[in-house]
């Protein structure tokens, strides 16, 4: 499974950015995608997730009313829209998808090691 991320740039603060990842899945049926990102001299973290057919959505604490995540099934894509940005956000956002067909249980969902195919990363650069 391949994953491209685009849309990342820079931004003044209060701004926003839409973020997407063009996948090489067939269908999103049943399949758990997330964002992570990863600032400078950070550890990885999680940003949101979209898990299943159901499309249960979850957010971060940090993004949570500010990020919106969301899937085009049609393109197979996912969206990850970033409103009201913060110097804080500035990062290397990532794509993730797990296994092909699956989504994580609701504990594991905003887990790193959850997810097993990876995009290349787009950057995000905040402005204040």
């Known amino acids: 499974v391949q994953l491209q991320a685009s849309g990342g740039g820079l931004v003044q603060a209060g701004g926003s950015l839409k973020l997407s990842c063009v996948t090489s899945?067939?269908?999103?049926?049943?399949?758990?995608m997330a964002w992570f990102r990863q600032a400078p001299g950070k550890e990885r973290e999680f940003v949101a997730a979209i898990r299943g057919r159901a499309d249960s959505t979850y957010y971060a604490d940090s993004v949570k009313g500010r990020f919106t995540v969301s899937v085009d099934r049609t393109k197979v894509t996912l969206y990850l829209q970033l409103n009201s940005l913060k110097p804080e956000d500035t990062a290397v956002y990532y794509c993730?998808?797990?296994?092909?067909?699956?989504?994580?249980?609701?504990?594991?969902?905003?887990?790193?090691?959850?997810?097993?195919?990876w995009g290349q990363g787009t950057l995000v650069t905040v402005s204040s």
């Open positions: 993730a998808a797990a296994s092909t067909g699956t989504r994580p249980i609701v504990s594991a969902v905003r887990l790193a090691s959850a997810y097993i195919y």
């Open positions: 899945l067939h269908t999103f049926s049943n399949q758990g």
